[in-house]
């Protein structure tokens, strides 16, 4: 029985112990010989042609890592970027991480920011994390050594998002993580719904109720872009959570009936709007927004950049806030400043989301009180095709992906929460 075998069938800590590291194993990866497939052929970057999927080197884990056996993973905006080579490609990275770290250094870069899986192997200095622990990660990879992160992981110097600007990423049937990037796995979720969490949820936690967000409190009325995408989901679940009155803006009528279901009553139809560039668009917007709850927004959730920017400055009520994680319309922002600075507004930058915080939010997910957006799974094999859904926007939630799990719906111990939570609230968006 090989070291996968085993993890698939259970086995006990022993076993995995007793069991050989393989020298290669299975993951989704770039090759750096084609960073420049898109230069002649920009019309259409599409990812299946660059990400593959195949037997790459196993790392050796260092002091403070663990090697887990990955049963799922997920797909995120930065799997996309990277096998689009955008902004710039990861390759540059991992040769600057491979100064002070050369295993990153290599000619493929496995991806991935998420999973869940078992601790088959610990570094030395671990200490609170033992072989067969079921667990899932967070995609902070920060130097535990750095002062600051005693104060807050996200403003080390050598912050790096796991996946993206590390090697040995999710996307695999091993990957390689720091012990302070584990969790323990929510008990009455399957591995695929385990999976596809802590990215997104723990950005949106940061960005909405973290002390280093817009710190929302009761009754806060809440805008969110992409209200059924990754983040969006999770931050919509977070304003109800929360006591806010979350107002979302979506793009299709499915997207609005999803989000009626969970519990969202004020709805925006995003195409209505067809430029947000102008200031008559922008009262528009903010007209609407009153219409249905009253107000204008205490806090605008913003990660889709420079097609809406302006319109969320202008919008935000006065002393109001904009907490931005991104820019997925583009990075070069304008808006007005006369309605930032005359209506004393703030603008928050948020990234990520420090190891305290991602704590919070899987306590409240194994809990019971925030849910997965799950809304497709893919085999391993077939990660290009779940990347390029996310590329093109044809998903709602999140998209994951098996990997050493042979089949959705395996890996749940819980099985009275679950029944408490109800598989209409755990399934919300693969019905949607």
């Not at 996307?171 to 390689?176: I, P, T, V």
């Amino acid at each position: 029985m090989t070291l996968a075998e085993a993890v698939v069938a259970g086995a006990e800590p022993a076993e995995l112990e007793r069991l050989e590291v393989p020298a290669t194993y299975r993951a989704a990866y770039l090759s750096k010989d084609e960073v420049g497939t898109f230069e002649q052929d920009a019309a259409d970057k599409d990812v299946r042609r660059t990400l593959h999927v195949g037997e790459v080197p196993m790392p050796e884990p260092a002091e403070d890592e663990v090697l887990i056996a990955v049963l799922a993973s997920a797909i995120n905006f930065n799997t996309v970027w990277s096998a689009m080579f955008e902004p710039i490609p990861t390759f540059a990275f991992l040769e600057r991480f491979g100064r002070t770290d050369p295993r990153h250094d290599l000619p493929t870069h496995v991806l991935g920011s998420d999973a869940a899986g078992v601790v088959v192997r610990t570094g030395r200095a671990v200490r609170r994390w033992r072989v067969g622990d079921r667990v899932v990660t967070s995609p902070a990879y920060v130097d535990g050594e750095d002062p600051v992160v005693q104060h807050d992981g996200m403003l080390a110097a050598d912050l790096r998002a796991w996946g993206f600007e590390t090697n040995f990423g999710g996307l695999a049937d091993f990957a390689l993580v720091k012990a302070t990037q584990l969790l323990a796995k929510p008990r009455h979720l399957t591995w695929e719904e385990a999976a596809c969490n802590m990215l997104c949820a723990s950005t949106a936690y940061r960005m909405l109720v973290g002390e280093r967000g817009a710190r929302m409190k009761q009754g806060d009325v809440v805008l969110l872009w992409g209200a059924t995408g990754g983040l969006g989901g999770y931050g919509v679940q977070l304003v109800l959570g929360g006591g806010g009155i979350p107002v979302g803006v979506v793009s299709s009528p499915e997207k609005a009936a999803l989000l009626r279901r969970m519990g969202c009553a004020h709805v925006i139809d995003r195409t209505q709007f067809d430029d947000l560039t102008g200031e008559k668009a922008w009262r528009r917007l903010g007209a609407e927004v009153r219409r249905l709850v009253g107000e204008d927004p205490a806090i605008v959730f913003e990660h889709t950049g420079k097609e809406t920017f302006g319109a969320s400055v202008y919008v935000a009520a006065r002393g109001g806030s904009v907490v931005t994680c991104g820019s997925s319309s583009g990075y070069a922002h304008a808006y007005d400043n006369r309605h930032l600075w005359m209506k004393l507004k703030r603008i928050i930058g948020s990234h990520g989301a420090n190891y305290q915080e991602c704590h919070e939010v899987n306590r409240l997910i194994s809990l019971g009180l925030l849910h997965p957006t799950l809304s497709a799974v893919y085999p391993l094999d077939r990660v290009a095709e779940a990347a390029r859904a996310v590329q093109l926007n044809r998903h709602v939630g999140k998209v994951g992906v098996l990997a050493l799990a042979p089949a959705e719906g395996l890996g749940v111990e819980d099985h009275d929460l679950r029944a408490r939570v109800g598989e209409d609230r755990l399934r919300m968006f693969r019905s949607g």
